[in-house]
């Protein structure tokens, strides 16, 4: 599997409540969540921002709550991998059950800037920043993740058993 797109940057202690902002946790619709998608934080990322476009973050990316809202939000924009420092656990694990492709990096995160070019391959873990000409090795997906992660999510992946 891979993902290539152009970066959006943001940096450390990037929360769940700037990833999708309480005030529309009315709906769980992924369109309507999308719309709204890091809008306290950039608000122009929903006008900019292309299926498999990639979104790269310092330390931290996804803490706060515990809703699957924010990386459903993320995936649904059309982002098609989160690059980080680090993630939040619950964030982490809630990426993954939605299939959502997120990578922790620390090199990538300080060598990638807004705007670059980057491609992953997730069988590898290999990060390439097409713009600089640099390359990145990020931690491989395990079998069992990429198989959940190709399915769209934990529940597509148990039902497709």
Known sequence: MKAAGRVFKYGDNVDTDVIIPARYLNSSDPKELATHCMEDIDKDFVNKVHKGDIIV?????????SREHAPIAIKAAGVSCVIAETFARIFYRNAINIGLPIIECPEASKGIEAGDEVEIDFDSGKIYNRTKGTSFQGQAFPEFMQKIIKAEGLINYINQA
Do not use: L
């Not at 973050?57 to 709550?65: D, H, L, R, Y």
């Open 57 to 65: 973050a310092e330390k931290n990316f996804g803490c706060g709550s």
